[in-house]
């Protein structure tokens, strides 16, 4: 069965720290695999989308990596801000039929405190 | 620069009645989906459209009927809710459908409680 394993389910950090966060995966085939932001009441944002090929990608102060062989991702996030408070949601899209189905993990929810 | 616009944003609605979600995008996207949101699990897609007069069903299709009006707005209908539907329920869109490397973009959710 596809699935898309996160963790941890919560961090805590202070303002101006790093912190990475881990998503596993069980999809096959493989198609993408895309990280978004939830803020608290919004809809999820997209920050990343990586293919099979790709190893890292940025957008600011996160940084995404792929290992594909070993079906792991991480996020990083650089210099926390308190804006950076929200959940952090991976996605992993299949290959399989005409469309494609996106499975998504049930996300790490991150505070950051000042 | 609005996006993925989703009304009503709260609804409270009693078992058995009825109601229709509405969703609009103003990007040109081809694909719309329709999903939900429950606490302590993923986003699980309910009914999606690849494509102007095309609809499919999702994972958790059940209770739900859709129709994409045109090629801008997708709305999803609860013929009689029943409290397992209460929920936030997210709309979304993109260029192409899911496995090409389009990003999804969310609507900010209808917040739906049933009594």
């Known amino acids: 069965k596809n699935q898309v394993e996160q963790s941890p389910q919560s961090l805590i950090i202070l303002e101006g720290k790093n912190c990475t966060l881990q998503?596993?995966?069980?999809?096959?085939?493989?198609?993408?695999l895309r990280w978004y932001k939830q803020d608290t009441g919004r809809g999820p944002v997209s920050l990343t989308i990586?293919?099979?090929?790709?190893n890292t990608k940025s957008n600011g102060r996160y940084t995404a990596t792929l290992d594909a062989d070993t079906k792991q991702s991480s996020l990083h996030i650089t210099a926390s801000q308190l804006s950076d408070s929200a959940s952090y949601i991976c996605?992993?899209?299949?290959?399989?039929?005409?469309?494609?189905?996106?499975?998504f993990g049930k996300g790490t929810k991150l505070s950051v405190k000042p | 620069n609005a996006g993925v616009t989703q009304t009503p944003k709260f609804q409270v609605l009693k078992t058995g009645q009825s109601m229709t979600l509405q969703c609009a995008q103003d990007?040109?996207?081809?694909?719309m989906y329709w999903y939900r949101q429950d606490p302590g699990m993923g986003l699980r897609l309910i009914y999606y459209?690849?494509?102007?007069?095309?609809?499919d069903k999702g994972e958790v299709p059940n209770g739900y009927n859709v129709s994409r009006l045109n090629k801008r707005e997708f709305s999803l209908r609860l013929e009689s809710a029943a409290p397992s539907q209460t929920s936030v329920y997210f709309c979304?869109?993109?260029?192409?459908?899911?496995?090409?490397?389009?990003?999804?973009?969310f609507g900010d959710g209808t917040r739906l409680s049933i009594l």
């Open positions: 979304a869109s993109s260029a192409t459908v899911s496995n090409s490397n389009q990003p999804q973009h």
């Open positions: 998503c596993n995966y069980t999809v096959s085939p493989f198609s993408n």
């Open positions: 990586m293919t099979f090929s790709e």
């Open positions: 996605v992993v899209s299949d290959d399989g039929g005409s469309q494609g189905n996106l499975i």
């Open positions: 990007m040109n996207h081809n694909s």
């Open positions: 459209s690849a494509s102007e007069g095309t609809t």
